[in-house]
């Protein structure tokens, strides 16, 4: 359940804060995310990967939409890239990685200032 909010948080902070800051805002989100709710490291990736990746592919999709393939069609001719949609993908899973070495990294980040506690033999 937590690893559902975590991607509707990121996912809507990044949606909502990208277009009006750098790029790389994506990734201070996604650690800050993490920093503040503890997990996992697979799943503060996991997290991280579908939180940003969707919301990257998405407006990457979109403005391919907008104008009608044209620059990812010169594009795609450029890279010598049959499909232009290979691209979009392509954007998601760059905007996924990212997403997700900068959650795991916020995790890891957290892991160092606090304690462990001792389990008990039995619990």
Known sequence: M?????????????????PLSVWWSAMVIAFVVCYVSPSSGLNA???????IGLVWMGHAWNLDVLNESSFSNIVADI???NESVLL??????????AGGFASLTGT??????????KRSLYS
């Open 2 to 18: 937590k690893l559902i909010i975590r991607i509707i948080v990121m996912g809507a902070l990044t949606y909502f804060v990208s």
């Open 45 to 51: 990736f996991v997290a991280g990967f579908l939180g």
């Open 88 to 97: 979009v993908f392509a954007t998601g899973l760059i905007g996924g990685l």
């Open 108 to 117: 890891t980040f957290r892991q160092l200032f606090v304690k462990n506690k």
């Open 79 to 81: 890279m010598q890239v």
